[in-house]
C-alpha cells in the first residue's frame, strides 16, 4: 500500500505526535489523581493499650466509640487494642470479692474499697454502662489478652474485648477460668475448642509481652491510653468531645487538602477545545 508523501505525510507524523503527547499527560494527570485519592482514603490508625480489669477502659471504650460514631471518616479509623495487665503478679483468692480485692491493692479498709467501686459505678452509668461491682469476680488478666489475640487472629478483636469487658463487669463470669473464655468464644461466633488449645499452649502470649514491651518504650503509665497515627496520644477515659476533637484534628493533618495539588499543568483538552 502507498505510503503518503510530502506535506501529507509530515501532516500524518505531527498528527500522530500530538495524539501521543495528549495521552502522555492524560496518563500522567490519571496518575495524580489516583495519588490524592489514594491520600484521601488513607486510613487512620488508632492503637489503644487498655485492661480488661481496668473500669476506666471500659468507659473510655464507650465515650471513644461514642465520638466515632459521629465522626465523618469512622470507615477510615482502624483500632487495634493492645494488651497492658495493671496487676501482672496477681493472684486470685478464691471467693474474695472485688472491695476486698482493691482495698487489699489499695491498702484501705473495704468499706473504702467499697466506696471507690461505688463512685465506678456511677462514672460508667453515664456513659450507659450498669456495673455490677457485687459480682465481680477478681481476675489476673494475662490469660485474657492472650484471648483479646486469639480473637484478633480470627477477625474478631473488637468483639473479643467488648465481650469480655460486659462479661467481667455487667455478668460477673469468671475470665480466669479457660472454661469461661472458651464460652464466650462460642458466643461471638469463633471456635471454642481453637481457643481453647491457643489459651491452654500459650500460642499468643508473645503477643501480650509485645504489647507491654510497646507500651514501656512509649511511657504507658496508666490506662486507657490511645495513640492515633503513631503520632499523638490521648490518656485516660476523656469525654468525647475531646475525642472527637481528637479525630478531626488528626485526620486533617494527614489529609490537609480538600483539592490536590497541582503538581504540573500544560496543554490538554476539554469541553471547549484543546490548548
Not at 4 to 32: D, E, H, K, T
Not at 54 to 80: M, T
Request: aromatic share 10%; proline share 5%; charged share 20%.
Amino acid at each position: 500500500m502507498a505510503q503518503p508523501s510530502g506535506p501529507a505525510n509530515a501532516a500524518r507524523r505531527l498528527a500522530v505526535s500530538q495524539w501521543v503527547n495528549l495521552n502522555i499527560r492524560a496518563a500522567s494527570r490519571l496518575r495524580v489523581f489516583s495519588h490524592y485519592f489514594f491520600l484521601a482514603r488513607s486510613p487512620m490508625k488508632v492503637e489503644i493499650w487498655s485492661d480488661v480489669v481496668c473500669p476506666f477502659c471500659y468507659v473510655g471504650k464507650r465515650k471513644f466509640e461514642n465520638a466515632l460514631r459521629q465522626f465523618a471518616h469512622r470507615d477510615d479509623v482502624q483500632i487495634k487494642w493492645k494488651s497492658f495487665e495493671l496487676t501482672p503478679d496477681f493472684v486470685p483468692v478464691p471467693g474474695e470479692s472485688i472491695h476486698a480485692s482493691l482495698a487489699k491493692k489499695k491498702g484501705v479498709s473495704e468499706a473504702e474499697g467499697r466506696r471507690m467501686n461505688d463512685y465506678m459505678t456511677q462514672v460508667a452509668k453515664e456513659v450507659g454502662l450498669n456495673y455490677q461491682f457485687d459480682k465481680v469476680i477478681p481476675a489476673n488478666t494475662f490469660l485474657a489478652h492472650q484471648f483479646i489475640h486469639f480473637g484478633a487472629h480470627h477477625g474478631r478483636q473488637d468483639a473479643t474485648k467488648e465481650r469480655l469487658f460486659a462479661a467481667y463487669y455487667l455478668e460477673g463470669q469468671d475470665i480466669n477460668s479457660l472454661d469461661t473464655l472458651a464460652a464466650l468464644a462460642a458466643e461471638i461466633g469463633l471456635d471454642a475448642e481453637a481457643a481453647r488449645q491457643a489459651l491452654l499452649a500459650g500460642t499468643y502470649a508473645n503477643e501480650v509481652r509485645r504489647d507491654e514491651y510497646e507500651a514501656q518504650q512509649i511511657q504507658v503509665r496508666g490506662v486507657p491510653f490511645f495513640v492515633f497515627d503513631d503520632k499523638y496520644t490521648v490518656s485516660g477515659a476523656q469525654p468525647s468531645e475531646v475525642f472527637a476533637e481528637v479525630l478531626t484534628t488528626v485526620w486533617a493533618e494527614a489529609h490537609p487538602q480538600a483539592q490536590p495539588t497541582v503538581l504540573a499543568a500544560g496543554p490538554a483538552c476539554g469541553p471547549e477545545g484543546c490548548d
